[in-house]
């Protein structure tokens, strides 16, 4: 779970926030303060990214395979939780939005989803299924928008927006496109065969626009879901040692990180999102989330 920062702690308080915007309606209607509010985001920022904990909580969109060679309803497990050790599970609430994109084509997910129970090893919260209709070659980019849920640890709310990528046919067609989320990690390299020991460049974009110098962390899916069951099975990797996996992006809003191993990894850029605060006085991190495949070589 997220630490609390210390700043992020303190602009949390009301009067404090409405000093510092130098009155006391609201911090999202300081006119004439854009200065001072840009200095605050950074701080907070700042410090919400360098406390970040060893092993980060992902919203996680999963399916067993990435690239079906026939029309088929690929079921999707979107779970909330550390993916990395498995657990402990979060609650998701019912999403916003979930939708795919091929070829242009904008497909509602939102009738097929379920909810259900998923277990992790140390605990069991609520997760859906949700399924994409795969009818004809070419990409399927696939889309969560999560509503924003409260985490006490951090005292901010965090709103997740969630990308994975099918391919069918071995046509591709809107892996590189922009789907135009406020916060969004768009693939420069394709991302659903990914080889084992190759690198993987993405772009942050915070609407619309590259983010550059922004911290991108890094998980691997070590708790594979086990799509029947709905438990993870571990594939029996150890987390390195130092904490996360971090990479920066560059004057472009471009990282690049080598990928050693199989299995599915996970990109988080949080707090990538323009949302400062919400009508209430509490922060917001609009977090960027890829989740790509990686195959053996």
């Given amino acids: 779970m997220r630490n609390v920062p210390f700043y992020a702690s303190f602009v949390q308080d009301r009067a404090a926030r409405a000093a510092l915007c130098g009155w006391s309606v609201r911090a999202s209607t300081c006119r004439g303060r854009v200065a001072l509010k840009s200095i605050i985001r950074t701080l907070f920022l ?29 079921r999707v497990k979107a779970i909330f939780w550390h993916p990395f050790i498995g657990g402990p599970n979060v609650d998701m609430p019912f999403p916003l939005e979930a939708y795919a994109i091929n070829r242009g084509e904008r497909i509602d997910l939102m009738p097929s989803l379920s909810q259900v129970t998923f277990a992790g090893p140390d605990n069991q919260a609520l997760a859906f299924d949700l399924t994409v209709p795969v009818r004809r070659a070419g990409d399927y980019v696939t889309v969560l928008v999560g509503e924003a849920y409260f985490d006490e640890a951090a005292q901010l709310l965090i709103q997740p927006y969630v990308k994975m990528i099918l391919n069918a046919g071995g046509l591709p067609s809107d892996w590189d496109v922009p789907v135009g989320l406020p916060a969004e990690i768009v693939p420069m390299t394709k991302p659903y065969n990914v080889m084992s020991g190759s690198t993987f460049s993405a772009r942050v974009l915070r609407d619309g626009e590259p983010l550059p110098g922004h911290q991108v962390e890094i998980v691997y899916l070590n708790a594979v879901p086990d799509m029947e069951a709905n438990r993870s099975v571990s594939n029996g990797v150890v987390p390195p040692d130092g904490g996360v996996l971090v990479a920066t992006t560059d004057d472009n809003g471009v990282f690049t990180v080598g990928l050693p191993r199989a299995g599915y990894w996970g990109f988080g850029a949080l707090a990538a999102g323009p949302a400062f605060v919400n009508e209430d006085h509490v922060h917001i991190s609009q977090d960027a989330i890829l989740w790509v495949e990686v195959v053996p070589f």
């Fill in 46 to 74: 700042a410090t919400a990214l360098c406390a970040t904990p060893a092993m980060a909580h992902f919203q996680t969109l999963y399916t067993p395979d990435l690239t079906p060679d026939a029309p088929a309803d690929i």
